[in-house]
């Protein structure tokens, strides 16, 4: 038996409107039925994120701190949120990362001190960004002690928005292969509650119990899988 050889296969931004219509029954006939549905398409990915931590929208970034300056910022635009956070010191040979503790924003306030200057070991993130005239918004990351150096850096494991599913139409969404099922299934929803004149009750319910399972499923192989290993601290009792 022969087989393609490849591995190639994705779906482009109109293959998956597309694929999303012809399960709900419908047909694209217009312009406007394209940008409603690349609309659901960038709001079901926003939602995404909002259920949790995807494996593929971390990054491990790199952010600069400033000798003296009590936080960086982070584009709230582009990011959500860090989930886990070092260190790094680029003035030894090699550099030398240590892991850094996140405290509360309320934890961070009870500090009484936060002039105090050092090595950071810990951070606060103020997610309360407000978008500026020029559109832009952005994460405070506060750091304690404050940087004393020049040469220390933040190295985070940052969450990220998926991009933006544009115009062209020509575009892959940015998401691994092995999410198409659920992204289909779940656009496939949006759009037949759009339309329920069109799309009638069982149908609607029949495509939104396809999406829960795959979306289950893209969940969970979306998994680390090291090994995780739990060991109870025993203390001794006189």
């Known amino acids: ?68 300056q009590d936080n960086i910022t982070l584009s709230s635009l582009q990011y959500l949120d860090i989930i886990d956070a070092a260190i790094r010191d680029t003035n030894a040979d090699p550099d030398i990362d240590v892991a850094m503790e996140r405290i509360s924003m309320s934890e961070y306030l009870s500090y009484p001190t936060k002039t105090t200057s050092g090595k950071p070991t810990h951070y606060a993130i103020e997610r309360n960004s407000q978008y500026t005239s020029s559109g832009s918004a952005t994460h405070k990351v506060y750091l304690w002690p404050v940087p004393d150096q020049t040469y220390y850096q ?71 899988r090291a090994s995780f290993f739990i060991q109870p601290k025993v203390r001794g009792y006189a």
């Open 154 to 224: 933040l190295l985070s494991w940052t969450v990220r928005y998926p991009q933006d599913v544009s115009s062209t139409y020509t575009q892959n969404p940015d998401i691994p292969r092995r999410y198409l099922p659920a992204l289909i299934s779940g656009l496939a929803v949006e759009l037949a509650n759009k339309r329920p004149a069109e799309v009638d009750i069982n149908r609607r319910q029949e495509l939104k119990a396809y999406y829960e399972q795959d979306w289950e499923k893209a969940r969970e192989e979306d998994r680390e």
């Open 1 to 68: 038996m022969a087989t393609s050889g490849t591995h190639t296969f994705e779906l482009d931004t109109s293959e998956i409107i597309e694929e999303a219509y012809e399960r709900c029954g419908l047909q694209t006939k217009s312009g406007f039925e394209l940008k409603t549905a690349r609309r659901s398409l960038n709001l079901l990915l926003t939602k995404w994120v909002n259920d949790g931590v995807n494996l593929f929208t971390l990054d491990l970034t790199t952010t600069d701190m400033t000798k003296d």
